[in-house]
Every structure is written in C-alpha cells, then in structure tokens.
C-alpha cells in the first residue's frame, strides 16, 4: 500500500509540473505577443527528473536488468528478458518437485547467487622499472557486480546442455549452493592474489 501511494504521488507531482509548464509556455506565448515582461509564478519550482534506468513498477528489479542488459546480444533484449523469465520458472519447478512446499523465491536464489559469486579482491597490472607485476587489489562493488554477472553469464554459455534459460538456471542454482564454474574461478582469483601479496605495495606507488 505505501508502494502505490508513492507512485501515485509521483504521478500527480508529474501532472502538475506538466500544468505548470503549460502555463509558463502560455503566459510567455502572451508575454511575447503583447510586449509585456510577466513575472515567473510564485511558489513554483522545477522538479528534476527521475533517473532513466529507474522505473515506477512494484517488480523492477535493478539487479535483474543489469543481468539482462549484460546477456543481452545484438540488442535483443526481449530475447534476453525470455530467458531469464524462463531460466527462473525452471528453478522454481526444480524445487516444487524436489521440495514440494518448501519452495525458495527463485529472484532470492538469484540475488544470492550474484552475491557468492562476487570477489572481493581482484588483480591490477601495474608496470614498476619495466617489470609488470600482478598486484591484489580491493576491488568497489560495482566492479565485484560486474565480474559475478560477466562470469555466470560466460559459464552459463560454456556450460553443456540444451536450451541458455536451462543452462543458465543451473548455473544460478550451483553458485546459489557455492558450487559450479564460477566458485571455482573466484577461488583461483583469490589462489593468485594471496600468491602475489609481496607485491601489494606497489598498489600505493
């Protein structure tokens, strides 16, 4: 219920800066005519507008666009959209006949497994004295986002099997358990990084 009551306060706010730009068109149309200069309405103020990857829709999911927009290829995105739809109707008919009624909401599957799957320490190449050393790194969550959905979405399309929506559903279901390809290739990041942690102090030159 709060959901809906802010949405439809943003959308009467929208209305009436709509009402308001109108005016403010008309009176300067008036002004411009009549050559007479007209103050700007008292109390009014513009409001900025929303972010273009926001949306008003009890569904949206910001994490779940990002992974389609990444899996998206050759601007099909309705494509992509599909197979994550289906790759998540797959997962929760898995666990109905496994489970029965214990059932797990397939975008929390979804949301943990890009969780499991996010390094937190990555490796930089940095060049001292005409050496290029591998150097561990902490790296921000947007980069740790960015190799979590670029790694599930690469073994998902490595992975054998019929069908990406199958293919990709396993693969959220093995890193929703902290198994599969890209568990594996986190922990070689981190094997790598703790075997070059005598180079972390070139990071601060």
């Known amino acids: 219920e709060g959901k809906m009551a802010l949405i439809q306060r943003r959308v009467w706010q929208s209305m009436l800066v709509r009402r308001l730009v109108v005016a403010s068109a008309c009176r300067c149309q008036a002004s411009s005519s009549s ?7 008292e109390g009014s ?8 990857h926001s ?17 998206m290829w050759d ?12 790759s998540l109707e797959i997962i929760k008919r898995q666990q109905i006949e496994s489970r029965g009624d214990h059932v797990t909401d397939p975008m929390e ?22 050496r ?4 561990p790194t902490p790296l921000p969550e947007r980069r740790r986002r960015f190799l979590a959905i670029k790694w599930l979405i690469t073994a998902a399309r490595e992975r054998g099997g019929h069908g990406m ?26 094997k790598l990084a703790e075997a070059n942690r005598a180079f972390v102090h070139y990071r601060r030159g």
């Open 35 to 41: 050559g007479k200069e007209l103050k700007p309405i």
């Open 45 to 52: 103020h513009v409001v900025p507008a929303a972010p273009s």
């Open 55 to 71: 949306s008003p829709s009890l569904f949206y999911d910001e994490l779940a666009n990002k992974f389609i927009n990444c899996m």
């Open 75 to 86: 601007g099909k995105k309705s494509l992509s959209a599909r197979i994550f739809r289906n």
């Open 109 to 130: 599957i979804f949301r943990q497994a890009v969780e499991n799957c996010k390094p937190a320490v990555g490796i930089v190449r940095i060049k001292r004295s005409g």
């Open 132 to 135: 290029t050393y591998q150097v």
């Open 165 to 190: 929506d199958n293919r990709l559903a396993a693969e959220l279901m093995d890193a929703y358990k902290n198994e599969g390809a890209v568990i594996k290739k986190k922990i070689e990041m981190y």
